[in-house]
């Protein structure tokens, strides 16, 4: 019963950062690169997707390890902020063809008066640095065992794959469908 009601908390949170972020579109309002980290590390459903993969875990996943979650754990989103800054870097250019709220790369270029080349520099720094925050926590002794921190940097890992030649996630057409036929479809045989 406790898992549904996290479950339930969790999807009330990455809702109302959904309607936030259609808010600021429908209104024109341009919020700071901090606002708007501060709702879309939650709209990236890092955390959501987490306590998902926890059901149906067993003992690992105690209450302990679902209330860790319900307080945004640095951890989680320190890898909520790769997934972000590297999602943006990378689908900023096509995301604007379409009615859609601007990213931290248009925020970061507006308050630092910078170029779209330094902004994604300066993101890629960021991004590298939750990184290393990230893999810290990951050799640290924990009270959770590692196939639960594994949860959490899964996603972060596929996000940095789809993203090596470019935009994989939004426009998944080339490299993306051929590594996921190569996995799928026509695996190696051993």
């Known amino acids: 019963m406790e898992m549904e009601r996290g479950a339930a908390v969790q999807t009330k949170v990455v809702v109302q950062g959904y309607f936030k972020e259609a808010e600021w579109l429908n209104n024109g309002y341009v919020p700071t690169l ?28 105690t209450e302990k390890a679902f209330d860790w979650l319900k307080t945004n754990p640095k951890f989680v989103m320190d890898s909520s902020s790769v997934c972000r800054l590297v999602d943006d870097i ?31 520099y300066k993101l890629r720094e960021m991004a590298a ?18 196939s639960l921190l594994k949860r959490v940097i899964n996603p ?29 479809v026509d695996p190696i045989t051993m």
């Open 156 to 184: 972060t890992r596929v996000i940095k794959v789809l993203n090596l030649y470019g935009d994989g996630y939004t426009d998944s057409s080339h490299e993306t469908k051929q590594k996921i036929k190569a996995v799928l």
């Open 129 to 146: 640095s939750a990184w290393k925050d990230t893999n810290k926590f990951c050799i640290k002794p924990t009270p959770f065992p590692l």
């Open 34 to 61: 901090e606002e708007y980290l501060e709702v879309s590390l939650i709209t990236c459903g890092y955390l959501y997707l987490t306590g998902a993969s926890y059901v149906g875990m067993g003992e690992e996943a």
């Open 90 to 120: 990378h689908s900023n250019e096509f995301e604007q063809k379409r009615p859609h709220i601007a990213s931290a790369v248009d925020y970061y270029m507006k308050e630092h008066g910078v170029s779209r080349p330094e902004a994604c």
